[in-house]
C-alpha cells in the first residue's frame, strides 16, 4: 500500500475527505479519531 492509498484509507476511515494542511482540519481529525475509537 502506498502513501495516497494509505491516506485515503485512513481518511475514508474517519468520515471525512481530504482537505489542505490546517490546524483546524488536524483538529477535525483528532476529535474524529477519539470518537471513532470510544
Do not use: G, P
Request: charged share 20%; hydrophobic share 40%; net charge neutral.
Amino acid at each position: 500500500m502506498n502513501q495516497v492509498q494509505l491516506v485515503n484509507s485512513f481518511l475514508s476511515f474517519l468520515d471525512t475527505t481530504k482537505q489542505s494542511t490546517s490546524l483546524e482540519f488536524l483538529n477535525e481529525l483528532i476529535k474524529a479519531h477519539q470518537e471513532k475509537i470510544k
